[in-house]
């Protein structure tokens, strides 16, 4: 993994925003979502089983987020962000 547990994070983040077409104010924070994903079990284990991204981002389900693609879409949810 290139970047270690961050960096893979980062890039979760990142991909979700670009699916999402960057619209920044309707997308969960990177807190929230790092956290939903986190809580993802299609996640990387190494990445949510790593101590220091436990501590930091503890895991805590995010409504919207696809457990398939690692993506948030408001269409996978009642169409709420969770809030922050």
């Known amino acids: 993994m290139n970047g270690g547990p961050l960096g893979y994070l ?4 990142a991909a979700s925003l670009e699916a999402y077409q960057y619209r920044v104010f309707d997308h969960p924070g990177a807190g929230d979502y ?13 990445v949510r089983k790593d101590p220091e ?8 389900k ?5 457990e398939r693609t690692i993506l948030w879409s408001p269409s996978n949810s009642s169409g709420q962000k969770e809030a922050a």
Do not use: H, K, N, W
């Open 10 to 13: 980062i890039a979760c983040y």
């Open 34 to 46: 790092v956290r939903g994903v986190m809580a993802c079990s299609t996640a990387l284990e190494e």
């Open 53 to 60: 991204m436990l501590r930091r981002f503890p895991p805590q």
């Open 62 to 66: 995010l409504e919207g987020l696809d």
